[in-house]
């Protein structure tokens, strides 16, 4: 597991999937080590289908210019076999530059949001995570 004050990343190899939490207010510096962390954390996975959950309970609304890196580590997930890019946030305000990242990535349809955890999860293991 790979821990920061920004963010958690944890790998479950058995569901292919990739777990973080989010935390804090993000500057551009907190996503660019975000995805260098993520990328190595998640080496494991990439050669076969893979999903990632994504915890933003405790994320607040952070720099825009975050929008543009998070949108690029959206895309350089789903080119390396992610399937699924699945968002658990309820605060409306982090939801809308949770959108704007999305619509930065290229790819609206691999994203999927829900305000609960568990929502999150019938969602993943439904579609085989």
Not at 53 to 63: A, F, T
Not at 84 to 109: C, E, F, R, W
Request: aromatic fraction near 12%; proline fraction near 3%; hydrophobic fraction near 40%.
């Amino acid at each position: 597991m790979t821990f920061s004050l920004n963010f958690t990343i944890e790998i479950d190899s058995d569901r292919q999937l990739v777990k973080s939490k989010i935390y804090g207010i993000w500057k551009k510096e907190t996503a660019e080590e975000y995805h260098q962390e993520f990328a190595e954390a998640a080496k494991p996975l990439l050669k076969e289908k893979w999903a990632k959950l994504i915890n933003l309970g405790n994320w607040k609304n952070s720099y825009p210019e975050i929008n543009i890196i998070i949108g690029e580590h959206i895309r350089w997930c789903h080119q390396n076999n992610a399937v699924y890019s699945v968002y658990v946030v309820d605060n409306p305000v982090t939801k809308n530059q949770l959108k704007k990242m999305i619509a930065h990535s290229g790819l609206p349809n691999a994203n999927k949001i829900f305000r609960t955890v568990a929502e999150a999860e019938i969602f993943l293991q439904q579609n085989g995570f």
